[in-house]
């Protein structure tokens, strides 16, 4: 009787005592029937059976999941080393496990190793942050400014704006402060107007950033690119955006120079407990 328990959607009943599957077409596939049953008895005609396996519980450990989740850092500096395609797809193949709202499954990736498109990008975007600089300088620029100045980009915009001479420096003597020089930039998407599609690809990117740290990998989310692609048409069109998709996360991805030694200081979690 676990799959009736178990069952969500209301689909595996109990009818004269014997599970049986009553609405079959509000079945949303989760497979949550066929993991819990430890005696294999779900038969079910829409899994594929053959992802389906014993799990190796033996294999938990954590203080090796606590390790490596403190240990992860926003990487910054990778070496020029392409990562394999294959370890790219193990990579994606682990985060089509992570949960999406009602088993909608609906998150999609695009990977972009094409140097020239990389630095294409790099360029754009820092060309922008150059002209927006330049703006602010401006009558216009400094009263619009001033009356915006409790908004979150112009918040973030004055964040930025005193160190803009040294960025512009460094970029020229070849720092890429937009893409870090990664040789892999990934995007991950979801259909534009469903709800949970921003949730959906948030959960996956976060276990990617852990898989991927697990292997020696080191990311980081790069949200300029990610606000910057949800206005630039020229962005969509050179990174192939479907026009109902959206983009919520945006990451680089590479083998580190090098590696942290210690971990960082974080602000005690705010809870509220209701009790
Ligand atoms: C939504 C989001 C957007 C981010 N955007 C950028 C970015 O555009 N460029 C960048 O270098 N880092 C970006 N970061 C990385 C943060 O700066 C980083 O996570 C934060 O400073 C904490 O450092 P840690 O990731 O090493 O713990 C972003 C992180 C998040 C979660």
């Known amino acids: 009787m676990l799959c009736v328990e178990e069952c969500a959607s209301g689909v595996w009943r109990s009818i004269d005592k014997i599970p049986t599957p009553f609405m079959p077409e509000q079945c949303n596939f989760c497979g949550h029937c066929a993991a819990v049953c430890p005696k294999s008895a779900v038969e079910h005609k829409g899994l594929d059976e053959d992802q389906i396996r014993k799990i190796q519980k033996k294999l938990f450990n ?3 999941y606590k390790e490596l989740v403190l240990s992860r850092r926003s990487i910054r500096q990778y070496k020029d080393k392409s990562v394999p395609e294959d370890i790219l797809k193990n990579i ?3 985060a089509r ?3 999406t709202a009602s088993n909608s499954q609906n998150v999609a990736y695009t990977i972009i190793t094409d140097r020239a498109l990389l630095k294409k990008i790099s360029s754009k975007l820092f060309g922008f942050g150059e002209r927006v600089d330049g703006w602010m300088q401006t ?4 009263m619009i400014l001033k009356i915006l100045r409790k ?5 973030t915009l004055n964040k930025y704006k005193d160190s803009m001479d040294y960025y ?19 995007l991950i998407h979801g259909p ?3 709800m949970f599609s921003n949730d959906n690809c948030s959960i996956a990117s976060t276990n990617i950033i852990n898989y991927a740290h697990s292997l020696g990998l080191g990311t980081c989310y790069i949200g300029y690119l ?3 692609i949800g206005f630039s048409k020229t962005l969509r069109r050179w990174l192939k955006i479907p026009k109902e998709r959206k983009v919520f996360v945006s990451m680089v991805l590479g083998h580190p120079c090098y590696s942290h030694s210690f971990t960082v200081p974080r602000n005690k979690p705010e809870i509220t407990w209701i009790q």
Request: hydrophobic share 40%; glycine share 6%.
């Open 139 to 142: 009558a216009w620029g400094r």
């Open 62 to 64: 954590s203080n090796g």
């Open 92 to 94: 994606i193949d682990l």
């Open 168 to 186: 512009i420096a460094k970029t020229q003597e070849g720092r890429d402060f937009i893409l870090h020089h990664a040789p892999v930039l990934l």
């Open 192 to 194: 534009k107007n469903k």
């Open 226 to 228: 990610t606000v910057a």
């Open 97 to 99: 496990y992570s949960p």
């Open 151 to 155: 908004t979150d980009f112009v918040i």
